[in-house]
């Protein structure tokens, strides 16, 4: 018999999509729960709902539950089989309906190591891995002392956040004055000793906390300055690789980190910083995957798709995708000069007549359409996707997107 999944937020973000196609063609029955109105379903996830229930606000994690239970018992439904959300804010809350119909999955204290940066430092640290010193603030006071215990640089972040909206880099005292203006809507943050170095990302689906896939990808620059500085055009690239001996102690902090976590089944996105001594220090995980199209370049690098092996693993608990690598998988997200709509992109041609051949995607928004918010979505513009078995060829490539070719709104 086929398996009954409530999934939350079947179509938004977007990449959504592909996780309720994945368990639709596993052949789960997909109970899907947003708030976006059944009207206003993007077409190619309609196929693979087999129902859907749309609830006034995704958000309220009581309401939610009540309007779902209600629902299933509407249709007759006694049990579901899975529980299941991949989008950050809403992990907690399907944590809580598994506890509520008690079934299997992860608990909410497990979930809340994922979600809670504070939390989720203290128990990694726990088991003996290198993390950021690091405290928790509520207060300016309890954040003024903090710092002084923890010293210049240091990073300031809100306790639940994603996508480096409100990170902060602090160089010294007249700073901090700054962003604590700039912070008061914060409620609870973390203050964390800065840790300098190169960033990569540890991602994996799991089967019980022991990763059936793994991937590692480099941030270029990290993501703290991909925010900050609109000039840049992020590059993110997979490594091939995994075997060289600089990513050792990364892949060996990632593995641990998941069984101090208690990691159950499913993705993982861990985020990590490698020092100019060569030790690796935590940065932070969730139990979902990443986001920015970092799964489509998981799926260029192996010629798999994950989506689908998420959702067998997920059901099933067995993972059929090949883990052989073949090609580093770098992505280039650009960002245009002035404010409004593109007007003109420069350089294309002469990146594709170079690199055509490697181009797997290229989605530079279009003349006429309106920029997006760099600072809201690390997506920007538009991104090229570039793949070459050879690490220095992904490489330059990726940076040759990045710097010739120029995108306008002026
Ligand atoms: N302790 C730290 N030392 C150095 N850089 C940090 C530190 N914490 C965060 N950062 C930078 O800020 C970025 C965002 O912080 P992160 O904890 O990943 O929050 P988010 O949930 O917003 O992704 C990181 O990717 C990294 O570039
Ligand atoms: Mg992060």
Redesign the pocket.
Known sequence: MSMRVVFLAPSYPPEMIEYTRGLAEIGAQVYGVGDTPREALPPRVKPYLYDYLQVPRIMDEEDVMNRVTAWLKSRGITTVDRVLSNWEPLVILAARLRERWGMPGMSVDTVRGFRD?QLMKERVAAAGLRV?R?KRVRTERETRAAAEEIGYPL?L?PIA???????H?VDDAGELDAILAQMRGVTEASC?????GE?FTFDTVCIDGKPAYENVAQ?LP????MRTLEWVSPVIITVRDMQQPKLAAGIELGRKVLSALGMGDGFTHM?W?LTPKGEAVF??IGCRPGGAHIVDQMNYTGDIDLFREWARVVCHRRFEASTARKYNAGIVFKRAQGRGRITRIEGLGDFLRECGDCVVEERLLRPGTPRRNWKHTLLSDGHVLVRHPDWDEAYRMSFLAATKIRMYAE
Do not use: I, N, Q, R
């Not at 956040?161 to 990170?167: E, I, K, P, W």
């Not at 964390?192 to 300098?196: A, D, F, L, P, R």
């Open positions: 940066k950021p690091s990073v972040k956040g994603a996508g480096s909206a409100d990170t880099k964390e000793e800065y840790v300098t960033e941030y990290k993501p703290l300055e985020e910083f940065g932070e």
